[in-house]
Each structure stands twice: as C-alpha cells, then as structure tokens.
C-alpha cells in the first residue's frame, strides 16, 4: 500500500482526524471513480450520484477495509459494484430489452453537448456500448484506465485467465462493430 493510503488511513482511524481523513480520500480518488463510472453509465448525472454513493458506502465500510490492496483498488471495486447493480436495476424498472437500453445510450452519445470526442471516440463507444456489462467494464479497466489483470482481479473478484478471455472477445466485438459500421 503507498505512503498516500496509508496516510489517509491513519487520519480516517484518529476520532479527532477521521472527517479531514474522509476529504483526503474524497480529493484523491473522486475524478477517477467518476470517470470509470461515467463510461460505464454515459450520463453525469447517474455518474455523479453513484460516485457519491460509492464514498458514502465507503465511509461506513471503512473499518472492513483490511489493507491488502491500495484504497484505490477497493474504491473501484464498490463503484463497479454500484454501477453493476445500478445498471440491472435501471433496466428492470424501466422494463428495457438489452437492445431498447443500448439504443438509448446510443443516443444520447449522439445528443450536442454530451460527448466531446471525435468520430472514431464515437464509434469506439457504441461499439463498447454493444458489449456485455463484465466485458465492458473488463475492456474499460484494461484499456482506459491501463490497469494490470492483477488490479482487475481484485476490483472485480474474477481470475486473471476469465478477465483475459473477457478482454480478448470485447477486443474482438469492438472490432467487428467498428469495421461493419
């Protein structure tokens, strides 16, 4: 664990230190749980909540935190868990196929304003969209926050051969969309 972590443990523990604690963890990790969960959900909104609800979550889980990976694979782990659950939760309300769900965020990628990459971004991200959820956020972990396997691992609970099967077929989905688009 680094010196940072391990700084922000020892304020979180101090009764007298615990809140300055929290708002250091908060300060170090926030843009990078949002951003992993904003690719997952697309919208800021739900990407803004579920970041929150991932602190709040870790706030009262803290004390189950045992130190054997960093904060930051633990954080990801409850956001992916959020988000996972979030995502099967919205499509169960809202009565969504998988492909109704898909066409919907596939809109709104294509709405003015509320994505700023180019046209290959924008086909990247369909096609990610197109994927399963596990493969998605395996394909996300590994290629857009340059994760090792081992990080994925503990973020997601899953062995290192599954998550590079998972890695291979997304790789090749996402290929095969975007060269038949």
């Known amino acids: 664990m680094k010196d940072r ?3 922000i443990l020892r304020l979180i523990q101090n009764p007298h230190s615990r809140e300055m604690g929290f708002r ?3 300060q170090e990790y926030q843009k990078k749980v949002y951003h992993v969960i904003r ?5 800021h909104e739900d990407a803004d909540d579920l970041t929150q609800n991932t602190f709040i979550k870790a706030f ?5 935190f045992q130190g054997q990976s960093s904060l930051f694979t633990w954080l990801y ?3 992916t868990n959020e988000t996972l659950t979030f995502l099967e939760k ?6 969504f196929s998988m492909d109704d769900y898909q066409e919907k965020l596939e809109s709104y990628l294509s709405q003015p304003g509320h994505f ?11 096609a990610m969209l197109a994927l399963p959820e596990k493969q998605r956020l ?6 857009q926050e340059d994760l090792s396997y081992e990080q994925i691992s503990e973020i997601t609970g899953t062995s290192i051969g599954a998550l590079k099967a998972s890695f291979h077929h997304a790789s090749k989905k996402i290929e095969h969309h975007i060269l038949e688009e």
């Open 77 to 79: 782990r409850i956001a």
């Open 39 to 43: 690719r997952m959900v697309l919208i």
């Open 24 to 26: 250091q963890l908060i």
């Open 90 to 95: 919205k499509k169960k309300r809202f009565f």
């Open 5 to 7: 972590d391990q700084e």
């Open 60 to 64: 009262h889980h803290i004390e189950k």
């Open 138 to 143: 395996v394909f996300q972990l590994k290629n």
């Open 116 to 126: 700023d990459g180019d046209q290959i971004q924008l086909k990247l991200q369909k």
